[in-house]
């Protein structure tokens, strides 16, 4: 097995050579001249981990689970306005604005922690099942959905249940282990089972699972995101390293393409993206009807393997850190002390 240190040193030098030939490829081939690259690096600092990172779009903020804690940090300074206590090994943060919410996974306790969204102060907890990890809010059941991985389960909870002595809705066997998800917004949730290679498709106002879909030729699904008016998944496999692009409707794959080392997240916001744990940062493009390309592939830090995106202005926040070199051969390198930081990734302006 090639050690993570060799490793890096065969990947990353063919990532940075391919990205100026995909660049140049895609400005040629689909007539849009928008390209990304990092335009800053927020230093942030602090203790913890980090998982995936949640962007407010009406207050420009960015929640960011870091093992413990969870810190909000103001998008435009990278100041960190606020420091949500009381977690054990947390994973993910879900906004529920008519609730005046948030809800942030936490795996190590098995529960879902409630804050208040003006105060962020802890308001409680829900009870769940083991290993929680993603979780997203869904508009058309009026449910936060949450994914436990270890037990092959969504979970659905009430955006207003009572944080002191209030339970989840009933949990939803997925039939695999679940890694993150997404919603159409009329009915229908779409999570990744890492263990199966499919999609599993759930009926958000039945509660039940409808489909199962292969994610052939990809394998080990993490990542996932939606073109809602398309109606496309984006779906970041790991074995291979593979972005599908896949229907929503009847779960046709429409095109697979390659993508870096250890993904981690997909998002859409016209093009498509898929940030990997091996510093790059995969644009995928609708070229012509029907046809897909990456576009190109933007370099960034090592470990900067999820991400969110501001809508309105196409920008994207990847958190990652500076390593220490890896104490032996066949393990991975540690963050160093107070390196944490948000890369920010966005448009060239002409």
């Known amino acids: 097995m090639m050690t993570y240190t060799a490793w890096l040193r065969v990947v990353l030098p063919l990532t940075v050579c391919a990205a100026p030939l995909l660049a140049t490829r895609a400005s040629g081939a689909s007539g849009d001249p928008r390209a990304y690259s990092v335009s800053q690096t927020l230093h942030v600092g602090g203790l913890g981990g980090w998982d995936y990172v949640t962007f407010d779009s ?93 037990a092959g389960v969504l979970v659905p909870i009430a955006p207003d249940v009572d944080p002191a002595t209030g339970n989840a809705d009933p949990a939803v066997d997925l039939g695999g282990k679940p890694e993150f998800l997404a919603v159409d917004g009329l009915g229908r949730a779409y999570v990744n089972l890492e263990d199966k290679d499919q999609v599993a498709v759930v009926d958000t106002k039945s509660m039940k699972v409808v489909s ?81 390309e990456i576009v190109q592939v933007v370099k960034t830090p090592v470990g900067a393997r999820t991400m969110d995106i501001d809508p309105a202005t196409h920008t994207l926040y990847l958190p990652t850190a500076e390593f220490l070199p890896p104490a032996d051969a066949g393990s991975r390198p540690a963050a160093k002390p107070d390196s944490f930081m948000i890369v920010v990734v966005a448009p060239v302006r002409g």
């Open 58 to 150: 009406e207050h420009r903020l960015l929640y960011v689970p870091r093992s413990t804690h969870t810190l909000v940090i103001d998008a435009a300074s990278g100041r960190t306005i606020a420091d949500i206590p009381g977690q054990s090994r947390n994973h993910g943060v879900a906004l529920a604005p008519g609730a005046g919410r948030g809800f942030i996974s936490d795996g190590g306790d098995a529960s879902v922690v409630i804050f208040d969204l003006k105060t962020f102060a802890v308001l409680g907890k829900v009870k769940v099942q083991p290993d929680a990890d993603g979780i997203i809010y869904d508009p058309a059941s009026d449910r936060i959905l949450l994914v436990c991985g270890d």
């Open 212 to 292: 199962h879909w292969p994610t052939t030729p990809g394998g080990s699904p993490v990542g996932m995101s939606m073109d809602r008016g398309h109606r496309r998944l984006f779906i970041g496999c790991r074995k291979p390293k593979t972005l599908v692009v896949m229907s929503a409707d009847d779960g046709k794959v429409v095109a697979s393409l390659p993508i870096g080392a250890g993904v981690d997240a997909t998002r859409f916001d016209g093009d498509a993206f898929a940030s990997c744990r091996d510093g790059t940062l995969s644009v995928a493009r609708e070229t012509s009807p029907g046809k897909f």
